[in-house]
């Protein structure tokens, strides 16, 4: 069945969804972009999603025209109209058609606003159950992770590689630390039964899955610590696992081949994805 796709104030056929090719989005990546979950036919933490919309708008000096409560009502239409039970509302929006191709945007350029729905199971999916391979690679990133570009093609590179090598995903590693995965962020439960993962700062995505989880990590009674940590670390770590909107919690069962604790999702990380899943649904009824 045809999606049905919003750009810019008209609703259409995927088909006949098109954006201008001087869009600066497509030369440049002048763009940013949300991905906002749906879990039996509700958004997800969607406050969280358009707060850090806005400081990547900010961050850019990218004017957007509609405010949260237009983008909610079009995300809430979307479901409606493409009849989207579970999956995710993809947002990009970008500084829009600049008449040419030229790196000075002119003033007066109107931005371009593109919502899409993506209809796929995350919640009962075998990666959050039986868990994922990864390895390590290099971090090739710009700079300004924290803000959300579509710049991704490193990010496309390392799960290219991740398959090449027939794992599942890659961690992310600069001047000996893992940043994050090449689209989520990335936890360990260390042997001494501590959660630690990589602060906040311009290296890393602020994860809105990110700061939840670790308001529940708390309530379950684990300590939990925000430090760098190396490959080293997660490899002998007790526990490894990453987290994004669409993946909600992914147990990670090997890093480059070695086994993590006994090569089987731990028990903590079961734990928290279920009452992760458990709150969302709470929070949603």
Same mark, same amino acid.
């Given at each position: 069945?045809?999606?049905?796709?919003?750009?810019?104030?008209?609703?259409?056929?995927?088909?006949?969804?098109?954006?201008?090719?001087?869009?600066?989005?497509?030369?440049?990546?002048?763009?940013?972009?949300?991905?906002?979950?749906?879990?039996?036919?509700?958004?997800?933490?969607?406050?969280?999603?358009?707060? *850090?919309? %806005?400081?990547?708008?900010?961050?850019?000096?990218?004017?957007?025209?509609?405010?949260?409560?237009?983008? *909610?009502?079009?995300?809430?239409?979307?479901?409606? %109209?493409?009849?989207?039970?579970?999956?995710?509302?993809?947002?990009?929006?970008?500084?829009?058609?600049?008449?040419? *191709?030229?790196?000075?945007?002119?003033?007066?350029?109107?931005?371009? #606003?593109?919502?899409?729905?993506?209809?796929?199971?995350?919640?009962?999916?075998?990666?959050?159950?039986?868990?994922?391979?990864?390895?390590?690679?290099?971090?090739?990133?710009?700079?300004?992770?924290?803000?959300?570009?579509? =710049?991704?093609?490193?990010?496309?590179?390392?799960?290219?590689?991740?398959?090449?090598? =027939?794992?599942?995903?890659?961690?992310?590693?600069?001047?000996?630390?893992?940043?994050?995965?090449?689209?989520?962020?990335?936890?360990?439960?260390?042997?001494?039964?501590?959660?630690?993962? *990589?602060?906040? =700062?311009?290296?890393?995505?602020?994860?809105?899955? %990110?700061?939840?989880?670790?308001?529940?990590?708390?309530?379950?009674?684990?300590?939990?610590?925000?430090?760098?940590?190396?490959?080293?670390?997660?490899?002998?770590?007790?526990?490894?696992?990453?987290?994004?909107?669409?993946?909600?919690?992914?147990?990670?069962?090997?890093?480059?081949?070695?086994?993590?604790?006994?090569?089987?999702?731990?028990?903590?990380?079961? %734990? #928290?994805?279920?009452?992760?899943?458990?709150?969302?649904?709470?929070?949603?009824?």
């Amino acid at each position: 069945m045809s999606r049905t796709v919003w750009i810019n104030g008209s609703w259409l056929p995927e088909q006949e969804a098109k954006v201008s090719v001087f869009d600066r989005g497509f030369l440049f990546a002048d763009a940013i972009y949300e991905v906002t979950a749906v879990i039996d036919g509700k958004l997800v933490d969607f406050d969280g999603h358009m707060a *850090r919309l %806005r400081r990547s708008c900010a961050s850019l000096s990218l004017a957007c025209p509609w405010d949260g409560e237009a983008l *909610r009502a079009l995300h809430q239409e979307l479901i409606q %109209r493409n009849q989207l039970d579970e999956g995710a509302i993809y947002l990009q929006l970008t500084r829009g058609d600049s008449g040419d *191709r030229t790196f000075l945007c002119p003033e007066g350029t109107e931005p371009t #606003l593109v919502l899409f729905t993506q209809a796929r199971e995350i919640v009962n999916v075998p990666q959050g159950i039986q868990g994922i391979r990864a390895i390590t690679c290099p971090d090739i990133r710009w700079g300004r992770r924290d803000i959300k570009s579509v =710049g991704l093609l490193a990010a496309c590179m390392a799960k290219q590689e991740a398959r090449r090598q =027939g794992a599942d995903d890659a961690l992310l590693v600069e001047q000996g630390f893992i940043t994050e995965g090449a689209s989520s962020n990335v936890f360990i439960v260390t042997p001494d039964n501590r959660l630690v993962t *990589r602060p906040l =700062g311009n290296d890393i995505l602020h994860g809105i899955t %990110r700061g939840t989880l670790l308001k529940l990590a708390q309530e379950l009674g684990i300590e939990h610590v925000e430090r760098p940590f190396t490959p080293t670390e997660a490899r002998e770590a007790s526990e490894v696992f990453i987290s994004s909107a669409t993946s909600l919690v992914w147990p990670v069962v090997a890093i480059d081949g070695v086994a993590i604790g006994d090569g089987a999702p731990g028990p903590f990380t079961r %734990r #928290l994805r279920e009452r992760y899943i458990a709150a969302l649904r709470e929070q949603m009824a």
